[in-house]
T-cell receptor, first 115, second 109 residues
């Protein structure tokens, strides 16, 4: 079974530029998550989708971050404009969302460096 | 905020059992204990979860105390590839995962 795919693996940009990350969840998984992981900390949830609808975006800095999941499969997370403090690893995860255990499976992440 | 307390780091000799403790004194009756680990430069990986009873799978065993206020993750025969940060998380199954800073396990030869 293929896992959660993310691209790119690494991205370096200057502050005030824009950047986008892509995620392809495990086939059949209805729920998709985006996390931000700053160095030395655990991942923090940014946004959760159930199919193509947003379930939780309470921690998403909406003035600069946006995410979409058109057609309820792939998802894109965008930052515009980027700040130095956005340097982090951005992780995508997916789960069936309907099952009782609701285990989340994570991709390898995209490491963003903002200079 | 994370609802669990874990030691920041632990060491274990290769081939020995690694016992990782977790305190969750405010756990609710419908909250499960989940364990994930994160190997360097990878995303978190699910290990095991449980509600009341002890659980075992091909990766590890989870021992939950009778009062459910603490638990221990056991890796029976640690290898160098088990070196990682281990996260203990309590949650209702429909809730989001809230990660703390975890325990950094270093397995040495």
């Amino acid at each position: 079974e293929a896992g959660v795919a993310q691209s790119p693996r690494y991205k370096i940009i200057e502050k005030r530029q824009s950047v986008a990350f892509w995620c392809n969840p495990i086939s059949g998984h209805a729920t998709l998550y985006w996390y931000q992981q700053i160095l030395g900390q655990g991942p923090k949830l940014l946004i959760q989708f159930q199919n193509n609808g947003v379930v939780d975006d309470s921690q998403l800095p909406k003035d600069r971050f946006s995410a979409e999941r058109l057609k309820g499969v792939d998802s894109t997370l965008k930052i515009q404009p980027a700040k130095l403090e956005d340097s982090a690893v951005y992780l995508c995860a997916s789960s069936f969302g309907q099952r009782g255990d609701n285990i989340q499976y994570f991709g390898a992440g995209t490491r963003l460096s903002v200079l | 905020d994370a609802k669990t307390t874990q030691p920041p780091s632990m060491d274990c000799a290769e081939g020995r059992a690694a016992n990782l403790p977790c305190n969750h004194s405010t756990i609710s009756g419908n909250e499960y204990v989940y364990w994930y680990r994160q190997i360097h430069s990878q995303g978190p990986q699910y290990i095991i979860h449980g509600l009341k009873n002890n659980e075992t799978n091909e990766m590890a065993s989870l021992i939950i105390t009778e009062d459910r206020k603490s638990s221990t993750l056991i890796l029976p025969h640690a290898t160098l590839r088990d070196t990682a940060v281990y996260y203990c998380i309590v949650r209702v199954n429909t809730d989001k995962l809230i990660f703390g800073t975890g325990t950094r396990l270093q397995v040495f030869p």
